[in-house]
């Protein structure tokens, strides 16, 4: 029984100090959400989604992704 709670306790330390450091490091994906601001594109051709800039657009007015 007192394994269980060993183990509880260490479980509850753990989530504890993820949630601390992310609360200093503010936040990881809200970071690399805010840095793209465009509009994205599927690939016409394999339906990867890419940013507009990226894609390739092809002499029939599709967009690709250039792999093709």
């Known amino acids: 029984m007192i394994i269980l ?3 509880f306790i260490a479980f509850v330390l753990w ?11 503010g936040g990881r994906g809200e970071k690399s959400l805010d840095s793209y601001r465009g509009k994205m594109v ?3 051709i394999c339906g990867v ?4 800039s990226d894609a390739v657009a092809r ?6 992704c250039g792999r093709h």
């Open 49 to 52: 989604y890419l940013p507009e």
């Open 59 to 64: 002499a029939d007015g599709r967009v690709s």
């Open 15 to 25: 989530i504890a100090m993820r949630l601390v450091r992310r609360l200093m490091q």
């Open 42 to 44: 599927a690939c016409d």
């Open 5 to 7: 709670r060993i183990v």
